[in-house]
T-cell receptor
């Protein structure tokens, strides 16, 4: 069964600090991996999409890495801001079909 | 640029009532999706439409029907609502290609008593 596991479940950091979120997956055959940010009461917004051949991709202060051999990805947030408080969702797509496999998300709280 | 618009934003129903959730996108996307999001779970696909006139069942289609009215609009209908369908429902759309991002609406929060 295709699965996407995220850790930690929740995280609290001080404003200005960096943090890294983890994603492990068993989806096969692999097509691409996405990171989404979901603010409370809003829909998810795409941060990055990486295919098999890409091992890093940045979007401003967000940098995602992918190790397709170990089936792991991370999302690094640099110099966190209060507006980074949100749920971060890892999503993995398989080559077959259209369905996306969603992780349960990591809830990040950035405090002053 | 509105993106994906969902209506209503909130709704309370009684068990057995019917309701249609509306979704429209203005990005000229072919593909549209309906998901539900429940506490402690990842988003789960209810139905998918690859293009106008086509629909496919997702992971959790039971109790739901959909209509792809035209390229812009994709509606989700609950014929006889049940408490287990209390959830937040998200509509999304995407362009052609496996690596295109899905653009989500802000959801409909549905409570069934």
């Amino acid at each position: 069964k295709n699965q996407v596991e995220q850790s930690p479940q929740s995280l609290i950091i001080l404003e200005g600090k960096n943090c890294t979120l983890q994603c492990n997956y068993t989806v096969s055959p692999f097509s691409n991996l996405r990171w989404y940010k979901q603010d409370t009461g809003r829909g998810p917004v795409s941060l990055t999409i990486m295919t098999f051949s890409e091992n890093t991709k940045s979007n401003g202060r967000y940098t995602a890495t992918l190790d397709a051999d170990t089936k792991q990805s991370s999302l690094h947030i640099t110099a966190s801001q209060l507006s980074d408080s949100a749920s971060y969702i890892c999503v993995v797509s398989a080559l077959s079909g259209y369905a996306l496999n969603f992780g349960k998300g990591t809830s990040l709280l950035v405090t002053p | 640029n509105a993106g994906v618009t969902q209506t209503p934003k909130f709704q309370v129903l009684k068990t057995g009532q019917s309701m249609t959730l509306q979704c429209a996108q203005d990005m000229n996307h072919n593909s549209m999706y309906w998901y539900r999001q429940d506490p402690g779970m990842g988003l789960r696909l209810i139905y998918y439409s690859a293009s106008e006139g086509t629909t496919d069942k997702g992971e959790v289609p039971n109790g739901y029907n959909v209509s792809r009215l035209n390229k812009r609009e994709f509606s989700l209908r609950l014929e006889s609502a049940a408490p287990s369908q209390t959830s937040v429902y998200f509509c999304a759309s995407s362009g052609q290609g496996a690596s295109q991002p899905q653009h989500f609406g802000d959801g409909t929060r549905l409570s069934i008593l």
